[in-house]
């Protein structure tokens, strides 16, 4: 061999070498499926998800990549959750509701008219985050943080005013005992429906109300179908954002250390404030389009706290697990909260 020939041999041995090293690297890279029932244009996908896509590539220097699923395009979020759960997706953000199937006391922050303001409930949320990822990890999912859902009104063809307006009919309940018993102490028939099977339901008479929230009210349709919004504000809707218990640990140290920092960069209160943001101007567009809005006076929202607030008792004993004693650090979380304000 000349030493041109093994010049050119060596370089061509380098440049081989560098291009595996390079695939190699490419890689190395660690996807992880983020399941989201969310449509495109709403605020949960833009900004905050794709944002976080970008901010876990940033922190982890491009060795772990978010690959999300929006729109329900692995399923309702009452069978990505539980999957999870199982390992079969990685990862995902859910309403509370969603959330409690895996942690049924979790739907006890939904109590209906529990909280006497949105600042009260925030406070006592981010309270219970401790008990929460400690029930959570139970179920094999880590709490990664909380994210926002808004605040629960009443939809259908036709205003709600009081709590009779709502007695004998259909409702579409999340799939809670909390939600449930909502709908049956109000005189309603509740029947779970997952969110993205709710305005087919509208339509073909499964249903004749719901509870939601404007932020998925709008963008998904939903009002194409039940065009009138009763803000009777039941409760303030959390969301979580779960990662798979035993894919997180098997990260690598740095990977674990990356995907905190992600999430850490947009803080609970911020993520509140972009979606509440939101919803005046949803509101506003919905009765541009023809929709609309109807709003009890105090007494007439009086009647429906009036008409829930006794069946709290009922619904922490309907809910199982350690519902009790998680109702319990619910209140001390209020009372503590109580003190600040």
Same mark, same amino acid.
Request: net charge positive.
């Given at each position: 061999?000349?030493?041109?020939?093994?010049?050119?041999? #060596?370089?061509?041995?380098?440049?081989?070498?560098? /291009?595996?090293?390079?695939?190699?690297?490419?890689?190395?890279?660690?996807?992880?499926?983020?399941?989201?029932? #969310?449509?495109? =244009?709403?605020?949960?996908?833009?900004?905050?998800?794709?944002?976080?896509?970008?901010?876990?590539?940033?922190?982890? *220097?491009?060795?772990?990549?978010?690959?999300?699923?929006?729109?329900?395009? /692995?399923?309702?979020?009452?069978?990505?959750?539980?999957?999870? #759960?199982?390992?079969?997706?990685?990862?995902?953000? %859910?309403?509370?509701? $969603?959330?409690?199937?895996? #942690?049924?006391?979790?739907?006890?922050?939904? /109590?209906?008219?529990? %909280?006497?303001?949105?600042?009260?409930?925030?406070?006592?949320?981010?309270?219970?985050? =401790?008990?929460?990822?400690?029930?959570?990890?139970?179920?094999?999912?880590? %709490?990664? *943080?909380?994210?926002?859902? *808004?605040?629960?009104?009443?939809?259908?063809?036709?205003? %709600?005013?009081?709590?009779?307006?709502?007695?004998?009919?259909? $409702?579409?309940?999340?799939?809670?005992?909390?939600?449930?018993?909502?709908?049956?102490?109000?005189?309603?028939?509740?029947?779970?429906?997952?969110?993205?099977?709710?305005?087919?339901?509208?339509?073909? *008479?499964?249903?004749?109300?719901?509870?939601?929230?404007?932020?998925?009210?709008?963008?998904?349709?939903?009002?194409?179908?039940?065009?009138?919004?009763?803000?009777?504000? /039941?409760?303030?809707?959390?969301?979580?954002?779960?990662?798979? =218990?035993?894919?997180?640990?098997?990260?690598?140290?740095?990977?674990?250390?990356?995907?905190? =920092?992600?999430?850490?960069?947009?803080?609970?209160?911020?993520?509140?404030?972009?979606?509440?943001?939101?919803?005046?101007?949803?509101?506003?567009?919905?009765?541009?389009?023809?929709?609309?809005?109807?709003?009890?006076?105090?007494?007439?929202?009086?009647?429906?706290?009036?008409?829930?607030?006794?069946?709290?008792? &009922?619904?922490?004993?309907?809910?199982?697990?350690?519902?009790?004693?998680?109702? &319990?650090?619910?209140?001390?979380?209020?009372?503590?909260?109580?003190?600040?304000?």
């Amino acid at each position: 061999m000349t030493r041109l020939t093994g010049a050119i041999f #060596a370089a061509g041995t380098f440049l081989a070498l560098a /291009l595996m090293g390079g695939a190699s690297a490419q890689q190395a890279a660690t996807e992880l499926r983020y399941t989201t029932g #969310a449509p495109e =244009k709403t605020p949960w996908v833009t900004p905050q998800l794709r944002r976080f896509e970008t901010d876990v590539a940033e922190e982890s *220097g491009g060795k772990l990549k978010i690959a999300s699923f929006i729109n329900a395009q /692995l399923g309702n979020e009452q069978d990505t959750v539980q999957q999870v #759960a199982r390992g079969r997706i990685d990862m995902g953000g %859910f309403s509370n509701g $969603a959330v409690a199937l895996l #942690a049924p006391e979790l739907a006890l922050l939904g /109590l209906p008219f529990f %909280f006497k303001n949105i600042a009260e409930q925030d406070c006592a949320v981010d309270a219970m985050t =401790k008990p929460v990822s400690d029930l959570l990890a139970k179920k094999g999912v880590k %709490f990664l *943080g909380w994210t926002e859902v *808004g605040t629960g009104d009443i939809v259908g063809k036709k205003p %709600f005013l009081v709590p009779a307006d709502v007695k004998g009919l259909k $409702a579409a309940s999340a799939a809670n005992k909390v939600s449930a018993t909502m709908w049956a102490t109000l005189g309603a028939n509740p029947t779970p429906i997952g969110i993205t099977e709710i305005a087919s339901a509208f339509q073909t *008479g499964l249903t004749d109300v719901n509870s939601t929230v404007v932020t998925f009210y709008l963008p998904s349709g939903l009002a194409k179908v039940a065009p009138v919004l009763s803000r009777v504000e /039941l409760a303030d809707a959390p969301g979580i954002i779960l990662i798979n =218990k035993g894919v997180y640990d098997k990260l690598p140290a740095v990977e674990r250390a990356a995907l905190d =920092k992600a999430v850490a960069r947009r803080s609970a209160t911020q993520l509140r404030q972009e979606i509440r943001g939101f919803e005046a101007t949803l509101r506003d567009m919905h009765v541009k389009a023809g929709g609309t809005i109807a709003t009890p006076t105090p007494e007439q929202r009086e009647l429906w706290r009036k008409a829930l607030q006794p069946a709290w008792p &009922k619904m922490v004993q309907e809910v199982g697990g350690d519902a009790p004693n998680f109702y &319990k650090q619910m209140e001390a979380a209020r009372a503590s909260c109580e003190k600040k304000s």
